[in-house]
């Protein structure tokens, strides 16, 4: 999208002028199969589009979206429609990371701010449809994100460098050094990158024990409230790991157990589904019924007597 943008702003026309030549009914997101038509009107390669671009498929049966050679099952965890942008990177390089568009991408690695999906002077939700890479559709530029004090004092950049090393073409980070100074879970490293979001999703979306969790809240949820939800979910990891298997029941009226069983039951790698099982046995004392890859309905319930 950040290409398309560009190309448009530089033409004088906007995402909206793209999506009215392709005859586009609703406002969606491109996708890979757009590529063709919009080669013709941008003048761009339509292979190059279309590995820009996020391409639908399917995974063992269930929807799964590929962009920039990673699959994704979580259409929480996709930000097409609702763009986060790192201002400081915007005004220096002129263009948008592909990492951005993961909402648990939340601290830009690069200038240790946090990321914006809000304009500061109209107060309302970047659109693609702006005049400028670095213009809000009211005409003032996107203003920078919170400072943070210190690495340190940032657990998110630890997930932000988590998704920018497996989006081709960023900037690499050692996977083992970053497991050595945050204490991860062992696992860490063999999960896909959506597992890994996925399980941080389950174990950070509750913020206070025993409150009812709205899937719908999550997927309309600000960059702020996802800077949180990674937050919480690395701190529970980590404190999963320094403690021993028998106490991490005590985590269970602040996990999203529905978070765990959905990643066993549609998952990218077969570690994935491991440790999503682990996890719930460990920390909600209760195993699945069926074998994994069955129907929803197939999972146990906890004994009633």
């Known amino acids: ?11 004088l026309a906007t995402i909206s002028w793209l999506r009215n030549r392709l005859n586009m009914l609703q ?32 995974i063992h049966g269930h929807a799964a979206t590929r962009y920039f050679g990673t699959l994704s099952m979580s259409r929480a965890q996709q ?22 568009d993961f909402s648990c991408y939340t601290v830009c690695e690069e200038h240790m701010t ?32 919170d400072p943070l004090c210190t690495e340190k004092e940032a657990p998110a950049l630890l997930i932000s460098r988590r998704i920018a090393m497996a989006i081709g073409g ?11 100074q945050e204490s991860l879970p062992p696992w860490w490293s063999h999960v896909s990158l959506d597992g890994c979001l996925r399980i941080l ?35 529970r990891l980590q404190w999963a790991v320094a403690h021993p298997d028998d ?24 570690p994935d589904r491991q440790v999503a099982h682990l996890l719930t046995e460990a920390i909600f004392d209760h195993k699945f019924a069926g074998r994994f890859g069955s129907l929803r309905g197939q999972l146990s319930q906890r004994a009633l007597f």
């Not at 999208?1 to 190309?7: A, G, N, V």
């Not at 960023?170 to 050595?180: C, G």
């Not at 969790?213 to 800077?227: C, D, E, I, R, Y």
């Open 27 to 58: 406002p969606r997101p491109f996708r890979s199969t757009d590529a063709v038509p919009l080669a013709s009107l941008v003048d761009v390669p339509a292979q190059e589009l279309a590995d820009r671009l996020p391409d639908s498929g399917y």
């Open 79 to 100: 930000r097409f429609a609702r763009p986060q942008v790192c201002p400081e990177c915007l005004h220096t390089t002129g263009y948008c990371r592909a990492c951005w």
């Open 201 to 235: 999703v389950a174990m950070g979306a509750i913020d206070r024990p025993l409150t009812a969790f709205k899937v719908a809240a999550l997927q309309q949820a600000p960059s702020l409230s996802w800077k949180g939800i990674v937050e919480r979910g690395l701190m």
């Open 114 to 145: 946090a990321m914006v999906d809000r304009c500061a002077s109209c107060q309302r939700r970047l659109t693609w449809n702006r005049p400028a890479i670095d213009v809000c559709i009211c005409g003032a530029y996107i203003g920078s994100g």
């Open 247 to 270: 106490e991490l029941k005590q985590l269970a009226s602040v996990v999203w157990e529905g978070g765990l069983e959905s990643i066993a039951l549609d998952h990218v790698s077969h």
């Open 170 to 180: 960023e900037r690499t980070i050692s996977s083992a050094s970053l497991e050595r």
């Open 1 to 11: 999208m950040s290409l398309l943008l560009r190309i448009a702003s530089a033409n």
